[in-house]
């Protein structure tokens, strides 16, 4: 996973990425409008827009997405990391710009969010976390210990097409958890915990 990559190719995949991020978006909201789902490029000037949008791309993976993955091997991490993303695997840009539009709506709350690479010592050690040197949004160093948050939306959206049928993915829509991570990042809530802690 990311924990494998230099610092260079994690800062090169980080470089992709913000370079390709409008030219993403515009292709995922192609496809959403190709599939039922009208979205605007408008700014979320409110909690509310922001939640709105949330609600609506959950309905359309719940319409479009399959009940399961389309192959067995896209439950394995290792796969996911090295996959070119053509054929079936294209599945795993679709994530990937999901996560970029939740994240974009999250940094229109608050500016305080930026993508960068976690390359935190913490999520290196003898079991890396997913998110060590992956792309992710992430706060400022906060508080006093000088820490910054980090949200892998990727890996979120990931588990929602792995595992659409966990609770954390049926539960009613104010309790999932694409709402609770947009909810919590566009009004600041654990920015401003850890600011005052």
């Known amino acids: 996973m990311g924990a494998s990559l230099s610092i260079e190719q994690a800062q090169q995949n980080l470089d992709w990425f913000n370079r390709t991020l409008h030219e993403r978006l515009a292709a995922l909201r192609l496809l959403c409008a190709q599939t039922g789902c009208e979205l605007d490029d408008n700014a979320m000037d409110s909690l509310e827009d922001a939640l709105d949008l949330t609600a609506r791309l959950i309905d359309w993976t719940r319409a479009s997405w399959p009940t399961h993955p389309y192959l067995p091997q896209h439950n394995d991490d290792a796969y996911w990391a090295q996959s070119e993303r053509e054929g079936p695997d294209a599945i795993f840009s679709v994530v990937l710009d999901l996560a970029t539009l939740l994240g974009q709506t999250i940094m229109q709350g608050r500016s305080e969010w930026r993508w960068g690479l976690d390359l935190a010592p913490s999520s290196l050690g003898s079991q890396p976390m997913l998110s060590a040197r992956r792309v992710v949004l992430m706060s400022p160093l906060l508080g006093t210990q000088r820490r910054a948050l980090?949200?892998?939306?990727?890996?979120?959206?990931?588990?929602?097409?792995?595992?659409?049928?966990d609770p954390r993915f049926r539960c009613p829509l104010q309790f999932d958890s694409w709402v609770e991570y947009v909810r919590d990042g566009y009004t600041g809530r654990e920015i401003d915990f850890f600011k005052e802690g």
């Open 150 to 165: 980090v949200k892998d939306l990727e890996a979120l959206v990931l588990a929602r097409y792995r595992t659409p049928n």
